[in-house]
């Protein structure tokens, strides 16, 4: 049989498994300007992002602590990567897809995972701008508002489980 | 680097032994016998012998009778041949199941209620026990089946299946046992332990894939599932797969000869795994203490999801297995987890490791010496933590 030399072991893309071997800018950052936290723990999938944001509204640091699988580590990883250095405005510009190219694909049933690592950018942007009394955009709240619902939602569906 | 393998509950290399022992019935004569045992002539009638000794061979291991043993495909076509089968048989009716049963049984159980049978299904206690006198109390008028796995395949848990078994005679209901996992480890008797219907299979216990064993006691109405040429006594059509039958024979002849000695040493180096491992922080054996398979450890760990441990492990080697939500394809956690009453995010964080043949004390050495490294890399990337860590 031929190697397939795209993915690791069939699952993950060597890209992914060298984030997650491997992961960057993990761990907490001392009074940060934002802190976004996503996912729940009984789903399995926890991801905490904190960004430090200068004068100039550039993101000068970041850095994450997930709870999850190797792909929840793995996009992790990669949006702090994508986001580091970037201004707020351009921050937001990140999707899923930009995640998921970067990592060279992702099996199929776990993109939400790179959905978690967008939300928890947003859910960071949106407590700076909340804590230093910016401006939020019409765009920024609705998709803080989506997030909030889909966490009702799954907390609502897991809440047998959850006891 | 050093590769570890720790998941035999999975499935095991074939003994070489056994694959010397296939081959000849894959070949030509005078070594081969490749024939079709329904074929008259000498090709046929060779492999129609070697068949019918394999069935004596496999039908004396477990005290039963040769007419008794049909040969399968896998454990999964002998489990739902057993719940599909009798509930043809008998039309309509009450099924009883336990909470923790492979998904061959589970998933069969949930189609036959779609189909409009009753099935219930029976809760176990925190080590993953079932309670014979619950069994007793759940048989109804129209029960028709009593299904209860033998050892879990997951926690390791050994249930009292002579007990269920007994109570099941006395209330005339039929029993069945899936012992995938215990077969070839401890010693089975069908008589003794009053069981109707049983499924093990080969690639287990160091045989080949492909090969399934069902015994279905003499009188016992079962509707075949495979209609065709009338092979197995009508009960299994398809041409008989003889190298991998053959190789199952030869897998059990090495188990009833070796099983004594192979259990002393998995169970010393199971009740080491456990020692050791339970000095880290936060963690759990999942299953029984004693009534517990010789090659089974599960381990649930606080703030560790089982996908993410795995992985760590295979980067250094080392095979195991975890129920994890994230490492299964429905993204639900492992139901006999929940079942001995695991939160979810308990379940996450869970690994079986399953030891064999081939396993070496170097091999749980290395394994505990790396584990504890793993564990606290993956907590560090957590947020959650212990507060003095």
Known sequence: MKNNTKTCGGLYTPK????????????????????????????????????????????????????GCVAAIATSSTITDLVKGKTIKDALKITKDNIVKSLGGLPKVKYHCS????????????????KNKKDIS????????????????????????AK | MKKIYLDYAATTPVDPRVVKTMLPFMSNPPAGGFGNTMSLHQFGQDAKLALENSRQILADFINAAPQEIIFTSSATESNNTVLKGIAFAKKSGHIIVSSIEHPCIAESAKW???????????????????????VRKAIKENTILVSIIHASNEIGTVQPIAEIGKICREKNVLFHTDAVQSFGKIPIDVKKMNIDLLTASSHKIYGPK????????????????????????????????????????????????????????LLKMRNKLIKEILKIKG????????????????IAFDFIEGESLIMQLDLRGIACSTGSACSSATL??????????????????????????????????????????????????????????
């Not at chain 2, 209620?113 to 309670?131: A, Y």
């Not at chain 2, 279905?216 to 599932?225: A, D, M, N, T, W």
């Open chain 1, 16 to 67: 992914v498994m060298e984030a997650f071997k491997d992961p960057h800018n993990y761990g907490k950052i001392k009074n940060p300007s934002g802190v976004g936290k996503v996912g729940n723990i009984v789903c399995g999938d926890v991801m905490w992002l904190y960004i430090k944001v200068d004068k100039n509204e550039k993101i000068t640091d970041i850095k994450f602590e997930t709870f």
């Open chain 1, 115 to 130: 959905i978690l690592a967008v939300d928890a950018l947003v859910e960071a942007i949106y407590d700076y701008s909340l």
């Open chain 1, 138 to 161: 019409s765009d920024l709240k609705k998709k803080h508002d989506l997030i909030q619902r889909e966490k009702e939602i799954i907390e609502k569906r897991y809440e047998n489980w």
């Open chain 2, 112 to 134: 036959l209620k779609r189909q409009g049978f009753e099935i219930t299904e029976l809760t176990v206690d925190k080590f993953g026990m079932v309670n014979p006198e619950d």
């Open chain 2, 210 to 265: 492909g090969a399934g064993l069902l015994y279905i006691r003499k009188g016992v109405r079962v509707e075949p599932l495979l209609h065709g040429g009338g092979q197995e006594n009508g009960m299994r059509s398809s041409t008989v797969n003889l190298p991998a039958i053959a190789g199952f024979t030869k897998a059990v002849e090495i188990c009833k000869k070796e099983m004594k000695r192979e259990n002393a040493k």
């Open chain 2, 283 to 298: 963690s759990r054996l999942n299953g029984h203490r004693k009534e517990r398979l010789s090659n089974n450890v599960n």
């Open chain 2, 332 to 389: 639900e956690p492992s139901h006999v987890l929940l079942a001995i009453g695991l939160k979810p995010e308990q379940a996450h964080g869970s690994l079986r490791i399953s030891l064999g043949r081939w396993t070496k004390d170097s091999d749980i050495n290395y394994f505990l010496k790396i584990l504890p490294g793993i564990i606290k890399k993956i907590r560090e990337i957590s947020p959650f933590k212990y507060r003095n860590d």
